[in-house]
């Protein structure tokens, strides 16, 4: 089929969950959490089979624009979009479709994904994202990779699928935003899949529903078709999802299931990193006695555990953070009360 198949990477956010770690300065995709590699590095690695670098691009925002391409030297600079401010991700990929047609063509397509996400099954994952890139052409179609829920997670949304269009390629009946644990664990059981945020489209076929749906960007993409400062200056911020999915008659779902998983928290690290015998997910330099269940990451110091369970432990540069792994789900309470010295060290 025609086109050429780019990817491109949405690597803005601060990540604040991760503190200490995270700061604005190095977010959470620019932290080493699951190799001795930074996640945006992982995720680029794992894109190259499916398009060269130079079909490549990184979203982000402008503070971050230096120190993306220092970590990528291979992407080409130009590759590294700089987004002069937060404004929703219906904004970045309609950005992002604007340039690949410019560069390219409205044939091509583009599949997008999140710098900051675990994969376990990595071979699994770039064959869903091509199955939907092929479907993306075929069908003219937005199409989105739903996950096949393991748990029935308030923290997610969800996608409940409708029609079937081509074995096991389903329209979308309707999203639903971070539903309760019973109407999650109500949507599993009629089929539904965890809305992962991976999407595949045409950049045509984006484009031409943006300006058909979405007038809270196609109106300054219209305005600034040359300026990326006008344009993210002017438009209104919105979520792709929002602004266009969900008033879109074109939207179609491919199941996945490949070890997916957005690393949310520190918490999360329990379930994506590899544990020793005693279920502890250990990330630097760390001695454990009796102690089971905990998360660890340690930056140039040593961490000693004895006798605890259910811990998360992050140490760096001469600030400890020890919480548990409920506690540690939720940080904003804690961030809010934080004096600015400690917070923003």
């Not at 890139?133 to 937005?142: G, I, Q, S, V």
Request: with cysteine; hydrophobic share 50%; aromatic share 6%.
């Amino acid at each position: 089929m025609s086109g050429t198949t780019w990817v491109v990477v949405l690597a803005g956010g601060v990540g604040s969950r991760f503190w200490p770690m995270s700061t604005p300065r190095r977010p959470k995709q620019l932290l080493p959490l699951l190799s001795d590699q930074p996640m945006l590095r992982d995720t680029l690695d794992r894109l190259t089979p499916i398009a060269a670098l130079q079909h490549a691009l990184v979203l982000t925002n402008a503070e971050l624009a230096i120190a993306v391409r220092a970590l990528l030297p291979d992407l080409p600079p130009e590759n590294v979009i700089a987004e002069p401010r937060p404004a929703g991700t219906a904004a970045a990929l309609t950005w992002a479709a604007h340039e690949i047609a410019r560069r390219g063509s409205p044939d091509d397509v583009m599949i997008s994904v999140h710098a900051d996400w675990a994969i376990a099954d990595v071979a699994g994952f770039q064959r869903a994202l091509c199955d939907a890139a092929d479907a993306a052409r075929r069908e003219h179609a937005l199409v989105t990779v739903g996950i096949v829920p393991l748990r029935a997670d308030p923290g997610l949304g969800y996608i409940e699928p409708g029609d079937v269009v081509a074995a096991p390629l389903r329209r979308v009946q309707r999203f639903v935003e971070k539903p309760s644990v019973e109407r999650a664990t109500a949507l599993i059981a009629a089929g539904g899949l965890w809305n992962s945020g991976i999407f595949a489209w045409r950049v045509g076929d984006l484009l031409a529903e943006v300006r058909a749906l979405c007038p809270e960007v196609s109106v300054s993409l219209d305005a600034h078709p040359d300026d990326l400062e006008a344009f993210f200056a002017a438009v209104t911020p919105i979520a792709i999802d929002t602004g266009v999915l969900e008033r879109s008659g074109r939207v179609m779902v491919l199941p996945g299931a490949f070890g997916w998983s957005d690393v949310g928290t520190w918490a999360a690290l329990r379930d994506v990193r590899p544990r020793d015998a005693e279920g502890n997910a250990v990330g630097g330099t760390a001695f454990l006695k009796d102690a089971r269940a905990n998360v660890i990451h340690a930056e140039g110091q040593t961490v000693v555990l004895y006798g605890v369970d259910d811990l998360v432990v992050v140490a760096q540069d001469g600030l400890t953070l020890v919480t548990t792994v409920d506690r540690a789900r939720q940080l904003k309470p804690l961030l809010d009360a934080l004096p600015p010295s400690i917070r923003e060290r």
